[in-house]
């Protein structure tokens, strides 16, 4: 009887795992995303459509932890210092979105004939992201390091914090609600306080302490127990303080993003993060009553329709006015156009408190559950629109695998093709990797062979032969992706010799502070011997042309190591030259000169 049992305990993840390996694939193969397959599957064996399972809530409740480890591998990538940086977008770009898309969306539900108290439930419900689904999508295209991703991602984390304001006006609008004490208010805001402060300073005295006294035990299954412990653990406490769990994981990743276990951490946590997540994506699609949706499909389709329109319209102008370009904005718009999971708790809450009423719940849910279904639809639709060329073939691409050779060089774009010309005509033993499927086709028809891979990812970076070569020469165009290359092959590879092409001085100056063993600005020398052939064509003496030169460039070297030094851009702006030079006699002379009767004396 007790091997019965077992065995159909094993039933419910046998019958999850099979809708996921099926499914998902079948849409990957169609070009769609994965979250969609995800959901599909999720519609497919839910209470209405196959019926394996009956309570997605609780599955949902489960897979909530995939959120919290998403945000929390989001968090290592955020040093505090880029934190700090992204400030404006978070706060100012956050509040300035959700105020403008509360008052469309209340107005939606106004114009649909709700009190106001219900139209502000869906619109609070509504105007909150789906971060699951968002990161996902970010993730899939590789925007999340891309300015525009950083953007998104600041958003989302303004949202988080609004999770519990939200609760507590609509605790504040129920019909019969207690008016909270001041002190009580005080109490809630104080506890939060001290939560956060306390997450912080322990992340920042002690786990990095435990995590070197753990690497030291030479136990890899507990380092994966630890960083388990670190993510559930912060996201605990946030809950028990009443707040987002998924801020609490967040700030255990931004605590730990400056830790040298940042990337064994992230590596342990990812399969996890990943399994939770889709698990999430078939709650999602089994929380889709269907019933609902026949028995009110015209409101419920047409308030879809409306919703994500406002929304969407909302952020765009909202983007436009901060300057971001109408591509961006629009695709700012579709990508956060739906409802998020945040949603299924407020409507719960706001049943309980009486503001609305169960059919409007059910309503309601089914409402944002169709947004999150359709919203990876929509963004394929968009890309197809967009994008000119349709996706390129991987067929008769050399993949990065199994390679050695004494210099790994990543990116073959203008600067990186210009740098290899030296290394071959050498015959310098080179391997070149690239994840840009056109230029790689277009080199090959030039007789280069360049293999395909994302030098940002350590296990290319190990089938590249990244662990064999002498040095590793990065010349990839974006500098978001360039530190990222350039702290993991520190960590994992730190006695080959790095050589970075910067992205302009303010990335020279960071990647002098990570020391690399060499790095260049990649418009300097350019820029140097275009000035030098202005000033011959103007008919400056060669002699002087060669001296300006020199100066110039000892001049620049200065400011830059004082730069460095005082770690701020501005610091030698007085070395540069805003006006002629000092005339002759301040000049450093080109020859040492020589005594008269010494020169005579030595012949």
Not at 29 to 58: C, E, K, N, Q, T
Not at 287 to 314: E, G, H, R, T, Y
Request: proline share 3%.
């Amino acid at each position: 009887m007790s091997a019965e049992a077992d065995s159909l305990s094993l039933i419910s993840p046998v019958i999850l795992l099979t809708a996921a390996v099926i499914a998902v694939p079948v849409i990957k193969r169609l070009g769609l995303s994965s979250v969609l397959g995800y959901l599909i599957a999720g519609l497919i064996i839910g209470p209405f459509g196959l019926a394996f399972f009956y309570d997605s809530a609780s599955i949902l409740h489960i897979a909530e932890l995939g959120i919290v480890m998403y945000l929390f591998v989001i968090g290592l990538e955020m040093r505090p210092s880029h934190l700090w940086s992204l400030r404006k977008e978070i706060f100012g770009l956050g509040t300035l979105q959700i105020i403008a898309c509360s008052l469309g969306l209340t107005g939606v539900g106004l114009v649909y004939g709700y009190s106001w108290q219900v139209s502000f439930v869906c619109a609070a419900g509504f105007v909150l992201t789906s971060t699951a689904i968002v990161m996902q999508l970010l993730g899939d295209r590789g925007d999340i390091a891309q300015p525009r991703g950083q953007k998104i991602v600041s958003i989302l984390l303004f949202e988080d914090l609004l999770i519990v304001p939200l609760l507590a006006i609509v605790a504040f609008i129920a019909p019969n609600h207690v008016v909270e004490s001041i002190s009580a208010r005080l109490q809630s805001i104080g506890i939060g306080l001290i939560s956060i402060a306390g997450l912080i300073a322990a992340g920042y005295w002690l786990l990095n302490p435990l995590f070197r006294l753990l690497a030291a035990a030479k136990a890899r299954e507990v380092m994966t127990a630890a960083a388990l412990l670190v993510v559930l653990g912060a996201a605990l406490l946030m809950q028990i303080s009443g707040l987002s769990m998924a801020m609490g994981a967040f700030l255990a990743g931004v605590l730990l993003s400056e830790s040298t276990f940042r990337h064994q951490i992230e590596a342990d946590i990812e399969p996890f993060r990943g399994i939770l997540l889709g698990l999430f994506f078939l709650g999602v699609g089994m929380s889709l009553d269907l019933n609902v949706v026949k028995n009110n499909w015209p409101l419920i389709l047409s308030a879809v329709v409306a919703l994500m329109f406002v929304k969407a319209m909302m952020i765009y102008i909202t983007a436009r006015l901060t300057k971001s370009s109408h591509v961006e904005a629009l695709d700012r718009a579709l990508l956060m156009a739906q409802g998020g999971e945040f949603a299924f708790v407020l409507f719960t809450a706001a049943m309980s408190a009486q503001v609305i009423s169960a059919v409007e719940r059910s309503n309601l849910t089914a409402i944002v559950v169709l947004s999150m279904i359709l919203t990876p639809i929509i963004g394929i639709l968009f890309k197809r629109f967009t994008q000119k060329t349709a996706q390129v073939s991987l067929d008769n691409i050399r993949i990065a695998d199994g390679l050695s050779s004494k210099v790994l060089m990543i990116g073959f774009g203008r600067f990186g093709q210009v740098t290899s010309q030296l290394l071959l005509a050498r015959g310098v033993d080179v391997t070149i990797i690239d994840n840009d499927i056109d230029m790689i086709q277009n080199a090959e028809r030039f007789g280069f062979t360049i293999y395909y891979g994302d030098g940002s990812r350590l296990d290319i970076l190990h089938a590249s032969g990244a662990d064999t070569a002498e040095a590793i020469v990065v010349c990839v165009d974006h500098k978001d992706t360039t530190n990222k290359i350039v702290e993991l092959v520190q960590h994992e590879f730190p006695l080959t010799k790095l050589l970075v092409r910067s992205y302009d001085r303010e990335h020279a100056l960071h990647l002098a502070k990570q020391n690399v063993d060499y790095m260049i600005r990649e418009t300097f020398e350019s820029a140097m011997v275009f000035g030098e052939a202005i000033l011959e064509e103007l008919g400056v003496d060669l002699n002087e042309v060669e001296e300006i030169s020199r100066e110039t460039r000892e001049r620049d070297k200065e400011r830059f190591e004082t730069e460095v030094a005082a770690d701020d851009v501005y610091a030698g702006i007085g070395l540069q030259y805003t006006g002629p030079r000092p005339t002759a006699p301040l000049i450093t002379p080109k020859h040492t000169g020589q005594i008269i009767n010494e020169c005579d004396t030595q012949q």
